[in-house]
């Protein structure tokens, strides 16, 4: 190598090292500061970012929860899923009232009752109309409105109240149901028959005691049911409480409710042991069973409901005395089945199904009448027709057989569910009205037109050709009600009759 060629290269070598040296310096001053610089800029703006994401993210859900604030406040609650099962249900037995009525229109207006099969009335009471005055307050609740006006017409231009009169049940169903008609609507038409009706009911009180049966045609006679061997039948005489103490409130003349407290003062002489059947109309003695189904039923019934009507005193000790004794005395459990054993029999009627009700209205025992609702409603639920047995035995294992075998479109179980779904809004009431209401649907709608009661309801049903009044007036009621929300006749504010016929409380 030449040594010239070295110094050269030596020399270039230098520079270059030092070209190297200032480089390396230049960017160690500038170029990393500003890279580092960029970095933390780039850091600083994924923070900001970061920020002003966080920041929508919250204002988006603070919006939300405001939007969601405000429809929770200014709109309807959204329906869960039951509640439009129970629409459902409920325009079900709509229809079905409208179905009965009509057809009841078509083939039997004015008559008491309807025979749907032979498509034709009945006049089991006279021929008054039965049918229409028991409805009136049904088809007002419905909304059936040109069935209703239908009905009212009737009411104003055509009714008359006269021949022979079972007391009782006239007092429950018709001056019961023109009561509840004004009561509901203000209108002094149905004020003034019910006035009408009241007037000849006074003809049954020639004594304190009331006849059963009397005739405006025969001013004098008094009467009693023909298979009542000259006696009143206990409920004849304890049911009229409610409609004589609202007719008398209504009018502000008292010579109904003076009838009534007299009434009260017999059944508080009598307060030391559980009710009898029958009562002499002359003598006031009483004999025969002390049941809790039919013929004694709503003499109980009547003195919570006259208590929740107009505060009275009197019967409400009445009935905190009655309900201890039927309580104490008559309740059992046989395994899961819980019923009021009267009269030291095993026999479960369905007229003492209205217990359950009147205990969970009572609010002391209110389990007992839970639990006695409940075995009425296994009435229906054992059968395969999902239909109830008239009458039952209830055997020591708890299990339900059928003793009469006959379903009479009665209203008690369906009147107790309904205050138990009141009481406690479990859904399995409206699950067992349910089930009830699709059985009636089944196996006593008559195509034509109408319901009828049937038997054979144990193994197959079989339509025996009668819609009994009350169905209409009671059953399709306190079903429908069921689907109901509460603010429809709260029961602080109404009280039913023993036929379904709500009262305002005065
Ligand atoms: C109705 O007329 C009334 O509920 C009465 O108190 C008992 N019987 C029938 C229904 O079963």
């Known amino acids: 190598m030449l040594k010239g060629n070295r110094s050269f290269n030596q020399r270039r070598f230098k520079e270059m090292c030092l070209i190297c040296t ?30 002003v994401h966080n920041i929508e993210k919250r204002l988006t859900q603070q919006h939300n929860k405001h939007i969601h604030d405000i429809k929770r406040v200014i709109a309807v609650p ?15 037995i709509r229809d079905g009232m409208q179905h009965a009525f009509q057809a009841y229109m078509r083939d039997a207006w004015k008559s008491d009752e309807y025979m749907p099969v032979t498509k034709k009335g009945t006049n089991t009471f006279g021929g ?7 409805s009136l307050d049904t088809l007002y609740l419905m909304k059936l409105s040109s069935e209703f006006n239908a009905a009212k017409h009737f009411v104003a231009t055509e009714f008359q109240f006269e021949g022979q009169i079972n007391v009782f049940e006239n007092t429950i169903r018709v001056l019961g149901g023109l009561l509840s008609a004004y009561s509901l609507t ?3 038409i149905f004020l003034a028959k019910a006035t009408m009706v009241g007037e000849v009911l006074l003809g049954a009180f020639p004594q304190r005691i009331p006849c059963g049966v009397i005739n405006t045609n025969r001013p004098n006679w008094c009467g009693t049911q023909s298979w009542a061997n000259g006696k009143v039948v206990n409920a004849e005489v304890g049911t009229l409480a409610l409609e004589f103490v609202a007719l008398s409130r209504f009018t502000h003349d008292p010579r109904w409710s003076d009838k009534i407290t ?10 030391n042991s559980l009710l009898q059947m029958n009562i002499d109309p002359h003598t006031e003695q009483m004999s025969g069973p002390a049941t809790i189904g039919g013929g004694i039923d709503s003499t109980y019934e009547y003195f919570i409901k006259l208590k929740a009507l107009t505060g009275d005193p009197l019967a409400s000790d009445l009935y905190s005395i009655f309900e201890e004794m039927i309580v104490k005395q008559m309740f059992v459990t046989y395994g899961q089945t819980t019923f009021a054993r009267a009269a030291g029999s095993d026999t479960l009627e369905h007229l003492g199904c209205f217990l359950g009700g009147m205990l969970i209205m009572g609010q002391k025992y209110v389990a007992e009448g839970l639990a006695m609702t409940e075995t009425c409603a296994r009435m229906y639920t054992s059968n395969p027709s999902g239909l109830a047995c008239d009458q039952v035995r209830i055997s020591k294992d708890g299990s339900i057989h059928c003793k009469n075998d006959l379903y009479l479109l009665r209203p008690e179980t369906v009147e107790s569910i309904f205050y138990a779904w009141r ?18 649907a089944k196996h006593c709608e008559v195509e034509s037109g109408g319901f009828s009661d049937v038997r054979h309801v144990a193994s197959r049903p079989t339509k025996t050709d009668k819609q009994e009044s009350w169905f209409l007036a009671e059953t399709l009621k306190y079903l429908w009600l069921t689907f109901q929300s509460d ?19 005065f």
Not at 38 to 48: D, R, S
Not at 78 to 92: F, N
């Open 22 to 51: 200032l480089f390396c310096l230049a960017m160690t001053s500038f170029v990393l500061p500003l890279f580092r610089q960029n970095k933390t800029e780039t850091a600083i703006l994924n923070e900001v970012e970061r920020i």
């Open 78 to 92: 959204k329906l869960q899923a039951s509640d439009h099962i129970s629409e459902q249900i409920a325009t079900e």
């Open 128 to 134: 008054k109309g039965l049918t229409i005055i028991d």
């Open 186 to 188: 203000k209108d002094d």
């Open 262 to 271: 007299a009434i009260n003062k017999y059944w508080k002489k009598h307060d």
């Open 423 to 440: 009481e406690t809004h479990d859904q399995k009431w409206r699950d067992y009205a349910t089930k009830i209401w699709k059985a009636i």
């Open 487 to 505: 603010d429809i006749l709260p029961l602080d504010k109404y009280v039913f009759n023993t036929e379904a016929h709500p009262i305002e409380s």
